[in-house]
């Protein structure tokens, strides 16, 4: 079965500041590969994902993500952050092979992110 | 668009009583999916429904637990009875057919006295 790590818990920047967050997946085969945002007393959104193509993905608010097989991660980035930007970030994972239907997904365990003003 | 709606947005009950969740997903999308998020455990998949039909049920906690979705514009998720360590947030969540994102609802928060 396939996991999902991420290994920055909390992280707390100042308004500006470049961000990173790591995921690594474990899973040898094709992936589908999601990045959602939880802001405080909220559902989870899609902030961006990556099916196939162009491993250099972009998504809204300015946040885009790589892909790199080789590493197994699906790094999330920001080149300057804003206060807005307080919220969970949560990796998540699908197979793209189907075995009875289904993409189920496998999260990870969440970066909370603080920006300071 | 109407998104996943999920009602109640809070449920306080005691310990023992039964609690119903209910998610209507997004019309025209074929998968269904509960999740339970803690602080402990994060987010964990319940189970989840394809076409009103249950797929993966082995994030299930326990037999306390049981989901239905009789028809494809409606969900519970059923706790009885309920114990303290259910509280947690619920979360539903809709796809169309494919590897489609979900979109998640606005959960319910449920705390068990």
């Known amino acids: 079965a396939q996991s999902v790590s991420q290994h920055n818990h909390h992280v707390i920047l100042s308004e500006a500041a470049s961000l990173e967050l790591g995921c690594n997946y474990s899973y040898g085969g094709t992936v589908n590969l999601f990045w959602y945002v939880q802001y405080p007393g909220q559902h989870l959104q899609l902030l961006l994902k990556?099916?196939?193509?162009?491993?250099l993905v972009k998504g809204i608010k300015g946040f885009e993500a790589e892909f790199i097989k080789s590493k197994f991660s699906f790094n999330l980035r920001k080149p300057s952050v804003q206060w807005s930007d307080t919220a969970e970030y949560f990796c998540?994972?699908?197979?793209?092979?189907?075995?009875?239907?289904?993409?189920?997904?496998?999260f990870g365990t969440g970066t909370q992110l603080k920006v300071e003003l | 668009d109407a998104g996943v709606i999920q009602s109640p947005r809070h449920e306080v009950t005691e310990m023992g009583q039964e609690v119903t969740l209910r998610c209507k997903p997004i019309?025209?999308?074929?998968?269904l999916f509960w999740y339970r998020q803690t602080m402990m455990r994060g987010l964990e998949l319940l189970i989840y429904f394809n076409n009103n039909v249950p797929i993966d049920d082995s994030g299930m906690p326990e037999d306390r637990f049981s989901a239905k979705m009789p028809n494809a514009s409606f969900s519970t998720l059923k706790i009885q009875p309920s114990e303290p360590r259910d509280s947690a947030v619920y979360f539903c969540a809709s796809s169309s057919t494919g590897n489609q994102p979900q979109h998640f609802g606005d959960g319910t928060r449920l705390s068990i006295l």
């Open positions: 019309s025209g999308h074929d998968y």
């Open positions: 998540a994972v699908t197979t793209g092979y189907f075995t009875g239907g289904g993409n189920k997904l496998t």
């Open positions: 990556y099916f196939s193509g162009d491993p």
